[in-house]
Nanobody, 123 residues
Framework: QVHLVESGGGVVQSGGSLRLSCTAS????????IGWYRQAPGKEREGVSC????????YYADSVKGRFTISRNYSKNTVELQMDSLKSEDTAVYYC????????????????WGQGTQVTVSS
């Protein structure tokens, strides 16, 4: 199965930036569509962004358009989420996920999840 690991979370001031990374062991991530999701305490999980297998398309939630950028680092076998102009409402645990045999964005279902990385945006 696919084992995903997120990293890069931390505490930043509003207006600041963070870069999250999603990596996998044992698979070539280029062949998988990867979605980023987040969940804040007491709220439902929401989709944030997605990059398709082979990087033919990307997807962004309206709440992050113009502020977040998803990309692939092929040499490191990672998918990165660059988060700029962060707001307090971006505070959440961020997860990456994938679905087997699904090549496009967004992901209609998710088969595998990472452990999550905490992002906290302070005033």
């Amino acid at each position: 199965q696919v084992h995903l690991v997120e990293s890069g979370g931390g505490v930043v001031q509003s207006g600041g930036s963070l870069r999250l990374s999603c990596t996998a062991s044992g698979v070539i991530l280029e062949y998988y569509t990867i979605g980023w999701y987040r969940q804040a305490p007491g709220k439902e999980r929401e989709g944030v962004s997605c990059i398709s297998a082979g990087h033919h398309s990307t997807y962004y939630a309206d709440s992050v358009k113009g502020r977040f950028t998803i990309s692939r680092n092929y040499s490191k076998n990672t998918v990165e989420l660059q988060m700029d102009s962060l707001k307090s409402e971006d505070t959440a645990v961020y997860y990456c996920a994938t679905r087997l045999y699904w090549q496009g964005c967004p992901l209609p279902e998710q088969d595998f999840w990472g452990q999550g990385t905490q992002v906290t945006v302070s005033s």
